[in-house]
C-alpha cells in the first residue's frame, strides 16, 4: 500500500512534511525539496530555528509553515508522501540548556512524526547523528560500530535521545512496516548556522572576525570532520529515494585536528586573532570521522565541495551576522547615552 501510494504521487508534485523545517539542516532541505518539485510543509517551534531561514519563502505557493512543537500530535488534512523527522536541539550549548526538552523530542517528537507516517503511508526518515557512536573506540566509524556512549553524562541527553530516535524507527518499520530510513549526520557547516551555538565552525568563525582568541579544548588534537550543507542534504535526498533501510553515515572523511581547523579558520578570514586553550569538556569525542563506503556504494554519493569553498561562503554569510549585530550593539549604546 505505502508503495502504491507513493508511486501514485510520483507522477504530481508530492508532499514533504519536515519537523524543524526553520532549523540550520531543515531549511536548507525545504529549499532543496521544493527546487526539486515537492510540495513542502515546515513544521518548527523556533526553540533553536529561525524564521529568518524560511523568510525568503514567504508567498511561494507550494510552502506552508506550522507553529508546532512536534512533540503534540501532528495532524495534517492531506496526503503526506515523505516525512522528514529533523526536530531537535543540535548543538553543545542547545541540548545541556535543554537537557529534557532534547529527550523529549527525540523520543515524543519521534513518536508523532512516526505515527504521521504511518498513518499517511509516508516515507520516513530520521535524521540521526554521529553522536551515537559516542566517544568512538573504532575510527573510522563506520554504520555496524555501536558506539561508545556515557549514558548519565552531560551529553548523554542529546545521544540517547538519537539512540532511542533510532530504535523506535526501526521497530515502526519491522512492526508496522513503516517505509523508514536512517541518516548519521557527521559535522556540517554553512550559512543559516546561528553565530552562538557553540559548535566549532561558527564559534571559530565569529571569534575570528572579531578579533577575539579563538578557543580551542584540551590540545586541540581531537579530530573532526567537515561537510559542507550542501553536499550533506544531497546525500540525504539520495538516501531518502534509495532502498537502504540500514542506517548511512553521510560527511566527509577529510579529518583533521581541531587546532589545524582553527588555523585554518584564522587563515580563511584574514583574522589576527591568536588560540588560546581551555580544558576539555567531559565525553568530548577525541576522534571523528565518518566512514561513508556505504554512502559511495548505495547512493553513489560522496562529497564534492572542498573545505575552502565552502568555508569562503560560510564566512561571507557569519561575516553579515558579526556586522548587523555590531550594528545592533551601537544603536543600543546610542539609546542609553
Not at 167 to 195: K, S, W
Not at 226 to 236: H, M, N, P, Q
Not at 291 to 303: F, G, N, Q, Y
Request: hydrophobic fraction near 40%; proline fraction near 6%.
Amino acid at each position: 500500500m505505502v508503495v502504491k501510494r507513493n508511486r501514485a504521487a510520483a507522477a504530481g508534485r508530492p508532499t514533504s512534511v519536515v519537523t524543524g523545517g526553520a532549523g540550520f539542516l531543515g531549511s536548507h532541505l525545504v529549499d532543496l525539496l521544493l527546487a526539486r518539485g515537492h510540495k513542502v510543509i515546515a513544521i518548527d517551534n523556533f526553540v533553536t530555528g529561525s524564521v529568518d531561514n524560511i523568510a525568503h519563502l514567504g508567498g511561494n505557493p507550494h510552502f506552508k509553515f506550522i507553529q508546532q512543537d512536534v512533540t503534540e500530535f501532528i495532524f495534517l488534512d492531506m496526503p503526506v508522501n515523505y516525512v522528514w523527522h529533523f526536530a531537535s536541539p543540535a548543538s553543545p550549548i542547545d541540548y545541556l540548556e535543554l537537557p529534557i526538552q532534547t529527550l523529549k523530542v527525540g523520543s515524543l517528537g519521534t513518536h508523532k512524526a512516526l505515527g504521521l507516517a504511518k498513518n499517511k503511508g509516508a516515507r520516513f526518515l530520521l535524521a540521526s547523528t554521529s553522536e551515537i557512536y559516542g566517544d568512538p573506540l573504532v575510527h573510522p566509524q563506520t554504520e555496524d560500530y555501536w558506539g561508545n556512549v556515557n549514558t548519565i553524562g552531560p551529553r548523554g541527553c542529546y545521544d540517547e535521545a538519537k539512540r532511542f530516535a533510532e530504535a523506535m524507527t526501526m521497530a515502526y518499520h519491522r512492526e508496522h512496516g513503516v517505509d523508514t530510513r536512517i541518516v548519521r549526520i557527521f559535522n556540517t557547516y554553512g550559512p543559516r548556522m546561528r553565530l552562538n551555538d557553540g559548535r566549532v565552525v561558527p564559534a571559530f568563525v565569529s571569534q575570528a572576525l572579531k578579533g577575539q582568541p579563538l578557543t580551542v579544548f584540551g590540545r586541540g588534537s581531537q579530530t573532526r570532520s567537515f561537510c559542507y550543507v550542501s553536499d550533506l542534504i544531497e546525500g540525504i535526498y539520495r538516501l531518502m529515494n534509495s532502498s537502504e533501510v540500514s542506517p548511512v553515515n553521510i560527511g566527509n572523511p577529510h579529518e583533521m585536528t581541531v587546532l589545524e581547523f582553527a588555523r585554518e579558520i584564522i587563515r580563511a578570514t584574514g583574522s589576527s586573532s591568536k588560540v588560546v586553550f581551555k580544558p576539555l569538556p567531559q565525553d568530548d569525542p577525541k576522534q571523528r570521522r565518518p566512514d561513508i563506503t556505504r554512502a559511495r556504494t548505495k547512493l553513489k554519493w560522496e562529497p564534492k565541495v572542498p573545505l575552502r569553498e565552502g568555508l569562503t561562503k560560510s564566512i561571507e554569510y557569519f561575516r553579515g551576522k558579526v556586522a548587523k549585530g555590531a550594528a545592533g550593539s551601537a544603536r543600543a549604546r546610542k539609546k542609553m547615552k
